[in-house]
């Protein structure tokens, strides 16, 4: 008898496993895969970085390396090499948590988990057979898997996810990308560098659009240098798949429809939780007609010893997000008191220039009817950003009108993504825009654009603009 056993070995799943072993509990894991990492380390967010980078690298050297006095001659893309690449890249951090498991004495299962009651826990080889595992609380973290249109046939080789899209033989003449969110213009931005032309078809009026909408007016800004071309407020309505081409019908807001034709189209409109095959029923778990597994406060189902979390759960779906949880979850068994402000967990997306955003949005501000004031900063006018030819983007401060509490950060430029944690930190103590402004911050840094959005919040005191 295990006193837990964790369903799923993404980042919420293994993290999860990992705190429960180091709290003292004897821990199951339980993967239907091969490799642990679920969807982020093998078809996610690793490798798709890895590609993003692979694919930068090139883009510089094709068209920033002669300005900064780098001459090359006969430049071509081994896309096979950058495949091999993103793979090793994989194996190392799938590798990597199988060891965390034999170091914190977590038992691996590999098979596929099932619930047979709300305390047993049956795993399914790929040969059939099958093993019942007991446990005294159970951790579902099966992640979620990429949504698509009824009417979308994904025949994984012109009509594809983002996880074909990761291993593909060649580079798209014209990749076609339906939804202008994250994943797509993730890896719309990997093959635009390698020399693709790639379309964007997105059903609202603005790129990531769950995101502040200044970020998605510069990011699409951003991403026309390097070929995208753009259709908002488009619906798709047709896709159809003929020998190497493939044509989206999609109706604009007038009514008209267009054709776009391509080689490949990447159907990126999201995700959606993942419980098939689970039987979470045989337990009595609740699930949503959306597929979510329905949660209270401390993450616990209806189920008193059953809890659940990441992408299965409501809220955003991302990694970290999921590791936040694991950790909850894990100290919520033993008796502790732990928290997570869900405000304050950021979101990335990892285009060049990166986007990076934690706390409220200008418009969810205004929505709420809250009185705030405006920082911004541009990289135009960052030295560092000029001195890497990074100049595109701006960073932006919201923060409350009377008290200067910083009440929501949004960054597009050069490693925001990293550049965002400071603004997390500082508003976990809730920290005031003059606060920020007047902290020392290293010349020249790129994080000087947050200092200086802070200081243009604080009575418009920005020294560099």
Same mark, same amino acid.
């Given at each position: ?28 894991? !339980? ?6 990492? %679920? ?50 890249? !994989? ?29 047993? !826990? ?146 990126? @409109? ?32 209806? @189920? ?42 950021? %979101? ?118």
């Amino acid at each position: 008898m295990y006193d837990v056993i964790v369903i799923g070995s993404g980042p919420g799943g293994y993290v999860a496993a990992i705190r429960c072993a180091q709290l003292g509990m004897k821990t199951a894991i !339980v993967e239907k895969y091969p490799t642990l990492g %679920g969807t982020c380390l093998n078809v996610g967010c690793i490798p798709s970085k890895a590609l993003l980078d692979s694919s930068e690298h090139y883009h510089n050297a094709s068209h920033t390396f002669k300005t900064h006095g780098i001459n090359l001659s006969d430049l071509s893309v081994d896309l096979g090499q950058m495949i091999t690449r993103k793979n090793d890249v !994989v194996k190392q951090n799938t590798d990597g948590i199988q060891f965390l498991m034999k170091k914190n004495k977590i038992d691996v299962h590999q098979g596929f988990g099932s619930f047979v009651n709300a305390t047993t !826990v049956k795993v399914t080889k790929d040969d059939g057979s099958a093993t019942d595992i007991q446990g005294k609380n159970i951790i579902i973290a099966t992640g979620s898997k990429p949504s698509s249109l009824p009417f979308i046939k994904l025949n994984k080789d012109r009509v594809i996810t983002s996880t074909e899209a990761l291993n593909l033989k060649e580079i798209p003449k014209h990749l076609v990308v339906i939804g202008g969110g994250v994943i797509g213009l993730e890896l719309g931005s990997v093959y635009a560098r390698l020399g693709a032309k790639v379309s964007v078809i997105e059903f609202m009026d603005s790129l990531i659009p769950t995101m502040d909408r200044t970020m998605g007016k510069e990011l699409q800004k951003s991403l026309k240098k390097i070929g995208f071309e753009f259709y908002l407020k488009h619906k798709v309505t047709a896709v159809e798949s003929k020998g190497n081409e493939v044509t989206v019908k999609a109706d604009n807001d007038k009514g008209a429809t267009v054709e776009i034709k391509g080689d490949y189209v990447l159907v990126s @409109i999201g995700r959606k939780p993942y419980t098939d095959g689970l039987n979470a029923e045989a337990a009595g778990v609740k699930i949503t007609d959306r597929g979510q597994i329905e949660v209270n406060d401390h993450l616990q189902t209806n @189920i008193s010893n059953i809890y659940a979390i990441g992408d299965v759960v409501k809220g955003a779906m991302l990694a970290h997000k999921a590791e936040e949880e694991g950790v909850f979850v894990a100290e919520t068994l033993v008796g502790q008191k732990p928290h997570i402000n869900y405000n304050l967990i950021p %979101g990335v997306v990892y285009t060049w220039p990166e986007v990076a955003a934690v706390g409220y949005t200008e418009e969810q501000l205004k929505e709420q009817g809250r009185k705030y004031k405006t920082g911004k900063f541009p990289f135009l006018a960052s030295g560092r950003a000029r001195a890497s030819m990074d100049t595109d983007g701006l960073v932006k401060v919201l923060a409350d009108a009377d008290t200067d509490e910083i009440l929501g950060v949004h960054m597009i430029g050069p490693r925001t993504a990293d550049m965002i944690a400071e603004a997390v930190v500082a508003m976990e103590y809730r920290a005031s825009a003059e606060d920020v402004a007047r902290m020392s911050h290293a010349h020249p840094t790129y994080t000087e654009a947050f200092k200086e959005a802070c200081l243009a919040a604080t009575d418009n005191r920005a020294l560099h603009i």
